[in-house]
């Protein structure tokens, strides 16, 4: 059982054994979420399988690209207050297990609809991860590690964006399988994970016989007004009353929209401006299908980094580390963007492009908390989740139209390095 008998004396959480238990939580969040990313990021991969088979052009892709993104959005916005009212744990299982049902329906598509509408579905799957994971994150971290906790999330998701693109290069360059096995063979990992979290993890430390977390709340006094006291109980409704007035959050939610803009156009297009008609010959001794691991290598580290940076550079100051890593992704984009696909120096100049383009995501969730307490940190994870993929979405079918027309896709680059300078300057308005 999760629940222990109350009556029971709970134990101190300030002793070694309870610390032992919360790296051990965080380390089940972080294994579930490792493996989320083999159900929705693998896209890319199969564009030109489906491209040859159905005849269809890219912009039609980034419609179904961004059908995925659009479902993910909405339920965000409405899981992240499902985990405040009932918990992550449970949520965050199913989401696995559903998820890789609708990746295997995905492979068995014929045509247009038939990918559309089983992608649209499992990207509402999708979203029961990311804002349940966080808020089973936020009762069993205070304020003074946040910046750090989510930094190793983050770090989880840039690790799933490695497993993801390795997996998918596996199944079509090693394996030399179609594309529609790349939808059926990574996501078995997601279906693995999401069950031994369910049996490791714990919603919160009184599950364990730990009394509660006391410093979950807001990072400054300033927001104290936005956290839900102690003792106190919100209808849904309410909670999104108060989180939606929260205009600081709204601001981040903004500048968080354009940051995964660019992360989305990076993760989809980069494979297909590296599986070009020349991408097997090169100068660089590297397959080039290769070299786009060093995109979601440099994302996992980069978000590691950030959270760092903002705890312990920043004082816990988010929009500072959002602003710097979002000004070097414009720079280090707009490099990538004059360098040819087979170069030695695409290693490094992709590497980077994720490393700072992905990186302040660690701040931005961290900002949750921080700004409406840990009660209503899924709600706001939530409406943070859900304008961060609808920018996203409403991206992708514009990148496919400019490939269509120009037939240029190195193109890609310049669109980030111009969401980037919108996400760096919308940030400075989330200052505190």
Same mark, same amino acid.
């Given at each position: 059982m999760d629940r222990i008998n109350t009556s029971k004396v709970l134990l101190d959480n300030d002793t070694p054994v309870f610390r032992k238990n919360q790296w051990r939580i965080l380390l089940a969040v972080?294994?579930? +979420? &490792?493996? &989320? +990313?083999?159900? /929705?990021? @693998? &896209?890319?991969?199969? !564009?030109?399988?489906?491209?040859?088979?159905?005849? $269809?052009s890219s912009a039609t892709l980034g419609w179904i690209s961004a059908s995925l993104l659009w479902a993910y959005a909405i339920g965000q916005a409405i899981n992240g207050n499902?985990?405040?009212?009932?918990?992550?744990?449970?949520?965050?299982?199913?989401?696995?297990?559903?998820?890789?049902?609708?990746? %295997?329906? *995905?492979s068995f598509s014929t045509g247009f609809l038939s990918l559309l509408i089983p992608w649209a579905a499992n990207g509402y $799957?999708? =979203?029961?991860? %990311?804002?349940?994971? #966080? /808020?089973?994150?936020?009762? %069993? %971290?205070?304020?003074?590690? /946040?910046?750090?906790? +989510?930094?190793? +999330?983050?770090?989880?998701?840039?690790?799933?964006? !490695?497993? =993801?693109?390795?997996? =998918? !290069?596996? *199944?079509?360059?090693?394996l030399q399988l179609e594309w529609r096995w790349i939808f059926r063979l990574p996501v078995l990992l997601m279906l693995a994970g999401g069950i031994l979290f369910f049996i490791i993890a714990r919603e919160r430390p009184e599950d364990l016989g730990f009394k509660p977390l006391q410093n979950t709340g807001v990072a400054n006094e300033a927001d104290q007004s936005n956290a839900l006291a102690d003792g106190t109980e919100e209808t849904s409704l309410q909670r999104y009353k108060a989180v939606l007035k929260n205009l600081k959050l709204i601001i981040a939610a903004v500048a968080l929209g354009f940051q995964n803009a660019a992360r989305y156009g990076l993760i989809i297009w980069v494979p297909v401006h590296f599986l070009g008609a020349d991408w097997k010959t090169g100068d660089a001794g590297i397959n080039p299908l290769w070299i786009t691991v060093a995109l979601p290598v440099g994302m996992a580290v980069g978000a590691l980094s950030n959270g760092w940076v903002s705890d312990k550079l920043f004082g816990s100051k988010r929009y500072l580390a959002i602003m710097l890593y979002m000004g070097l992704g414009a720079l280090t984009s707009l490099w990538m963007w @004059? $360098?040819?696909?087979? #170069?030695?120096?695409?290693?490094?100049a992709l590497f980077l492009c994720g490393f700072f383009v992905y990186g302040p995501a660690s701040s931005f969730w961290a900002l949750c908390p921080d700004l409406v307490g840990s009660k209503r940190a899924g709600t706001a994870t939530g409406i943070l989740n859900f304008s961060s993929y609808l920018f996203a979405g409403l991206a992708e079918p514009i990148i496919g139209l400019v490939f269509d027309t120009t037939g240029n896709t190195s193109l890609?680059?310049?669109?980030?390095?111009?969401?980037?300078?919108? =996400?760096?300057?919308?940030? $400075?308005? !989330? /200052?505190r």
């Open positions: 972080m294994f579930c +979420y &490792f493996f &989320f +990313y083999t159900g /929705r990021q @693998t &896209f890319g991969f199969a !564009i030109p399988g489906i491209k040859e088979e159905f005849g $269809l499902l985990a405040d009212k009932y918990g992550g744990r449970k949520i965050m299982t199913a989401g696995a297990v559903l998820s890789c049902g609708a990746n %295997w329906v *995905v $799957l999708q =979203s029961l991860g %990311w804002a349940p994971g #966080s /808020r089973l994150l936020s009762n %069993w %971290w205070g304020v003074s590690e /946040r910046g750090k906790v +989510y930094g190793f +999330y983050v770090f989880a998701a840039g690790c799933a964006s !490695i497993l =993801s693109f390795v997996t =998918s !290069i596996i *199944v079509v360059d090693v @004059t $360098l040819p696909v087979s #170069s030695t120096a695409a290693l490094g890609i680059f310049m669109i980030v390095a111009i969401s980037c300078v919108c =996400s760096a300057t919308v940030a $400075l308005f !989330i /200052r």
